[in-house]
């Protein structure tokens, strides 16, 4: 996995990359070193492959430190599904931090095609699923590739 933090507007940007796995625990442990004194993290998971068992427990450490900070804003950009899935299990995923968007993956009943659609937290009305968007080939309503309850769980709390 790797990490890459600039900072920008005053706020520090993690771009991870890779898969969240037990070899996470260096660049993670680095990356609490690098964010010392920052008051804004976002973390953004687009480039992120997948997490494994051993990454959930390398993030939880890692996500705890930062969290530790009195006083410091976490937000997560660009959600892939694995991360979503990960925070419906296991809440200490997501910690202190507000998800600020997400991917969801919706399928076209009329082509069969799966379109990755990024949502914008800022834009959903508190504890509301948004609504599917219809697919860009054929006009028609799309559905979640997921059951929206499990998906969408982490909208509820």
């Not at 660049?27 to 494994?52: I, M, R, W, Y």
């Not at 076209?108 to 379109?115: L, V, Y």
């Amino acid at each position: 996995m790797e990490c890459h933090i600039q900072e920008h507007n005053g706020a520090h940007w993690v771009r991870l990359a890779g898969v969240i796995n037990e070899d996470a625990e260096i660049p993670l442990k680095d990356a609490t070193q690098n964010l010392e004194g920052a008051t804004t993290v976002c973390f953004n998971f687009k480039d992120v492959k997948t997490v494994n068992s051993l990454g959930v427990r390398a993030w939880v450490t890692f996500l705890r430190a930062i969290d530790a900070v009195p006083g410091r804003q976490v937000y997560f950009y660009e959600c892939i599904p694995d991360i979503i899935m990960q925070i419906n299990m296991i809440p200490s995923f997501l910690g202190k931090a507000r998800i600020a968007s997400f991917y969801v993956n919706y399928v076209s009943p009329a082509t069969n095609k799966t379109h990755r659609v990024l949502i914008d937290t800022n834009g959903l009305a508190p504890q509301a699923i948004p609504s599917a968007p219809n697919c860009p080939d054929t006009g028609t309503p799309m559905e979640t590739e997921e059951l929206e309850e499990e998906y969408f769980a982490f909208l509820m709390r």
